[in-house]
């Protein structure tokens, strides 16, 4: 149900001003909790050795099972991985990062394909539209969904979370460790635990949104100033943070610059064709 201001003026003003460092946008006309969690948001890397209590991660897959699905289809699965060799082995894959071997619970968000498959040849027929392209952006797309739902849950109740896209540098390798047939293609993965409250982070800004709403059209014009002044608020985040200071454009230009930027990712492709997408 949603709140009416000024109730939550203050608290919504205040996280507006967090996500976009202005106050272009603000007091919203409507408020709730909901709101609250979302644009509180921020990545979560440091966790305290805590598990999760009991129930948890059931709950956070009815949630993720709520999030919409294209005509119904559930081409996603998901894998919780709990056991420490296991989540360590995915942290080398994946960039090495301590925070994925810390987290009592590493969830791999999967496109799935095959379970469709197998149902047609169950069912004595076939199913051939999932050799297109178009059924491997259904999977990732679902997936995506019932991830950002199941991460919105998290929060909501007090835990902390982030992605891992760094599992697709090694897919095929992710693949094997997770013991995944053909036609399924871990998309991310996600660390959720009790945040560290000694490693709380901010909440990083995003571009104004002049920048990213457009109005019944798309207008290809850069707008120079407003990214500009995000370079500032980038710059002053990092600096709040501890972090090396640069500009937003910079980060962004120098994470797509050229191949070695994608960390091994530009065979992307070819890997899908190896885990059995055919990708017509």
């Known amino acids: 149900m949603s709140t009416t201001l000024p109730l939550a003026s203050e608290t919504a003003t ?5 996500r976009n ?8 006309a409507q408020w709730n909790e909901t709101l609250a969690t979302i644009l509180n948001h921020r990545s979560v890397r440091g966790f305290l050795p805590a598990d999760l209590p009991a129930g948890t991660l059931e709950l956070l897959v009815a949630a993720a099972q709520s999030a919409s699905t294209s005509s119904n289809l559930q081409v996603w699965s998901v894998v919780a991985v709990r056991d420490t060799d296991r989540k360590s082995r995915i942290a080398e894959f994946a960039g090495k990062q301590q925070f994925i071997r810390d987290a009592p619970l590493m969830l791999m968000w999967l496109a799935d394909l095959n379970r469709i498959e197998q149902i047609a040849a169950d069912r004595q027929t076939t199913a051939d539209a999932t050799k297109y392209t178009e059924a491997f952006i259904l999977g990732v797309v679902d997936a995506a969904l019932a991830a950002q739902t199941a991460m919105i849950a998290a929060e909501s109740i007090g835990l902390g979370a982030v ?34 409250p000694a490693k709380e982070t901010g909440i990083k800004p995003r571009l104004p949104q002049e920048i990213v709403l457009h109005h ?11 990214i500009e002044r995000y370079n500032g608020v980038a710059r002053d985040f990092m600096r709040e943070q501890g972090m090396k200071e640069q500009d937003w454009t910079a980060q962004a230009t120098a994470r797509l610059k050229d191949v070695p930027a994608m960390h091994g990712r530009d065979r992307m492709r ?5 885990l059995g997408f055919e990708l017509k």
């Open 270 to 274: 070819a890997a899908l064709l190896n």
């Open 14 to 18: 205040a996280l507006l001003r967090q």
């Open 163 to 196: 992605y891992v896209g760094a599992v697709r540098n090694h897919p095929e390798e992710i693949a094997a460790e997770l013991n995944l047939p053909s036609n399924v293609f871990a998309v991310f993965g996600m660390a959720i635990g009790v945040p560290d």
């Open 216 to 226: 019944e059209q798309y207008d290809a014009g850069l707008k120079r100033d407003a």
């Open 21 to 28: 460092r202005d106050d272009a946008l603000g007091a919203p």
